[in-house]
Nanobody
Framework: QVQLVESGGGLVQPGGSLRLACAAS????????MGWFRQAPGKQRELVAT???????HYADSVKGRFTISRDNAQLTVYLQMDSLKPDDTAVYYC?????????WGQGTQVAVSP
């Protein structure tokens, strides 16, 4: 069974930073594309960033230049470094593991950006 566990969410002021972490099952981490999605109240879940096991990254336009996704293969962990946070970044952030026709999700971690 696949298990994804997020951590690192919290409350920060605009312009602040947070670093999210997702610890993944070994089989999924090695074989799946890892990524982060987020969902704000009343809105659809949207892609934030992805990273392949080869290191190729992709970012949503709204976070490009502010967020950085990375992976530590030894620790089986994917990170999302979030800098210059804005109120619009407020959402529940979900870790995702993806392979063709399959998706696994963590339980989510809350990020709130407010004065």
């Amino acid at each position: 069974q696949v298990q994804l566990v997020e951590s690192g969410g919290g409350l920060v002021q605009p312009g602040g930073s947070l670093r999210l972490a997702c610890a993944a099952s070994e089989s999924v981490f090695n074989a799946y594309r890892m990524g982060w999605f987020r969902q704000a109240p009343g809105k659809q879940r949207e892609l934030v960033a992805t990273i392949t096991n080869g290191g190729t990254t992709h970012y949503a336009d709204s976070v490009k230049g502010r967020f950085t996704i990375s992976r530590d293969n030894a620790q089986l962990t994917v990170y999302l470094q979030m800098d210059s946070l804005k109120p619009d970044d407020t959402a529940v952030y979900y870790c995702n593991a993806h392979k063709t026709w399959l998706d696994y999700w963590g339980q989510g971690t809350q990020v709130a950006v407010s004065p």
